[in-house]
């Protein structure tokens, strides 16, 4: 296995929000190597090669990779985290065993921006999502505070292909 | 130390690392659970959540944080019953379970006005699951039966129990006191919704631990509110899992003895378990049948049954023959009524209880060879 353990180095707890819950874990090794390789998978991800340092969101978690230690905010516990280390090290493994086939990127990608993700929306300022206009959900769709479930109008038929994209763009 | 046949009561010996674990944790680490930010403490709900994801490996399930650590079976009963019905709700339920089960129901009966249907079963404890259809009303609102009996070992039909409840879209609660660690149990696959299991029988940790495996979406009301561990200035349970259902500092050298039987099982395999105790029942029942005046009780088969067998001799009292047993004989099995008084009822011995072995994975031959030998004597 390339990566044998992620493991919980701080962690904390008992603050007054859950939702700012975040933790901190140590890499059995360096992965430098395989960062331009999670940055070609992962396409809402930003990653910067001078500073070996990988973002990217999972719903509301903001996930942060560098070459020794991953570092994730808006945990809601303990197994939250847990669970966090075990998907971070499957995926690293996963990208590992199909680096043959993947095309490094070094590069930063440029961030998908409010309009980038406001082109994929109903565009009908329902406000069924409780946002006043579709994009007011944009810009917090891009910032994790809210998720894509909450946009009902999307997940109708009409939409399907849309929605396929806006998933892909954030991730989720 | 003698011949211990009480293993449908609590599993003995013990592996020697589920021994070891606890006695490491409490001596190394001994922090409490998701409450601290010390090196220690950080190992403490990383040891939480390696059960966690072993009982969720066990059982074939897939959502580590919907497993819930309670002090046992009977706790998590009382977790689901108590959190799910409601006033007027009707609930589906066997005619052999065991008190942690009935009591409940009847508490719930009494206090709040649930009304209960009791689904009969044959003489062997079985139970036909299109009468569990038969019963469902329009107040339905759950189902819950023991995997296998206490009293007699018989299996209930759980998957075609829970694919009726899926279909009528029923949570279905199972208690696994019995099964849990030494029969298969896919909780996806066997439709299974709620799965309450204790520690230290089949599974081989210690007394005093024990969970609940939630796959359903409905909400279950805490019965118990209090510290987390997180999100303190909130004044009521909060709703995601496993903190809603689990408040108060958890047994954690208990969950982590129970880990270390959790890794004993699967590394000698659930199904190797099952044949080796399905071997010492066949054996059991051929023996037991050689004993003059001895009435033996379930389907005796061991097919259709887990490792509990019940039995009387003739004209001599349970508490009698299980006295003698432990002082002349040094053989430990029990007697009496097994907190399942309904299952002696369909069996016909409320009033006098029966003898009952239960074999463990550490059981040999030989240990049936004395028994049988001690029963011998007693009977004469």
Redesign the interface.
């Known amino acids: 296995m390339y990566l044998e353990e992620v493991?919980?180095?701080?962690?904390?707890?008992?603050?007054?929000?859950?939702n700012k819950?975040r933790f901190k874990a140590a890499f059995s090794r360096n992965i430098s190597e395989i960062l331009p390789y999670l940055n070609a998978e992962i396409k809402i991800a930003q990653y910067n090669h001078r500073t070996e340092n990988l973002t990217f969101n999972q719903g509301i978690k903001i996930i942060t990779l560098s070459s020794e230690t991953l570092s994730v905010s808006k945990i809601?516990?303990?197994?939250?985290?847990?669970?966090m280390c075990?998907y971070i090290k499957n995926l690293i493994n996963d990208i590992y065993k199909k680096r043959d086939v993947i095309v490094p990127l070094f590069e930063m990608r440029k961030k998908p921006s409010v309009l980038d993700i406001y082109k994929y929306l109903p565009k009908t300022n329902c406000k069924r999502c409780g946002e006043s206009t579709c994009v007011a959900f944009a810009s917090k769709l891009i910032v994790g505070e809210l998720q894509v479930q909450q946009c009902r109008s999307i997940h109708e038929n009409k939409h399907d292909g849309k929605l396929d994209e806006l998933k892909k763009i954030l991730n989720c | 130390m003698g011949i211990y046949l009480d293993n449908a009561a609590t599993s003995y010996p013990k592996p020697q690392k589920v021994i070891e674990s606890m006695t490491n944790f409490m001596m190394d680490i001994g922090a409490t659970?998701?409450?601290?930010?010390y090196?220690t403490a950080?190992q403490s709900?990383?040891l939480?959540?390696?059960v966690?994801?072993g009982i969720t490996d066990l059982f074939h399930f897939n959502d580590?944080?919907k497993v819930i650590f309670t002090l046992n079976a009977t706790e998590s009963l009382n977790v689901a019953l108590k959190g799910i019905l409601n006033k007027g709700d009707h609930v589906i339920t066997s005619s052999i379970e065991h008190n942690a089960v009935w009591r409940c129901l009847k508490t719930l009966e009494r206090d709040i006005g649930i009304t209960i249907s009791v689904v009969p079963c044959s003489k062997e404890g079985f139970t036909n699951p299109f009468e569990v259809e038969n019963a469902i009303c329009e107040d339905t609102a759950l189902v819950v039966f023991n995997h296998a009996s206490n009293v007699l070992g018989t299996l209930q039909p759980i998957k075609e129990i829970g694919e009726i409840c899926r279909k009528y879209k029923i949570p279905f609660l199972v208690d696994a006191a019995q099964t849990a660690g030494v029969y298969p149990i896919d909780v996806i696959d066997n439709n299974i919704n709620l799965l309450a299991f204790t520690g230290h029988k089949g599974l081989l940790g210690p007394m005093g631990t024990g969970g609940l495996v939630i796959n359903w979406k409905g909400d279950i009301k805490p019965i118990k509110s209090g510290g987390?561990?997180?999100?303190?200035?909130?004044e009521y349970q909060?709703d995601?899992?496993?903190?809603r259902l689990e408040s108060g500092t958890l047994n954690v050298p208990g969950i982590v003895g129970l880990g270390e039987g959790i890794k004993y099982i699967q590394k000698v395999g659930v199904n190797k378990i099952y044949h080796k105790e399905k071997e010492l029942l066949e054996y059991a029942f051929n023996q037991l049948h050689e004993i003059e005046g001895i009435t033996v009780y379930g389907p005796q088969d061991s097919e259709k049954i887990i490792g509990v067998i019940s039995f009387n001799l003739k004209d001599k009292s349970c508490d009698e023959v299980a006295y003698k047993l432990g002082r002349q004989f040094g053989i430990m099995i029990r007697a009496g009524l097994h907190c399942a008084p309904t299952a002696h009822e369909i069996i016909g011995t409320k009033t006098t209880g029966t003898c009952r072995i239960g074999i463990g994975y550490f059981n040999e031959k030989k240990d049936i060879d004395f028994l049988i030998e001690a029963l011998q004597k007693i009977n004469k």
């Open positions: 493991n919980v180095i701080f962690i904390e707890p008992c603050t007054a929000d859950a819950m809601i516990n303990e197994t939250d985290a847990y669970e075990d | 659970y998701g409450r601290g930010a090196e950080i709900d990383m939480i959540y390696q966690r994801k580590v944080k987390t561990g997180g999100d303190s200035t909130y909060p995601y899992y496993p903190n």
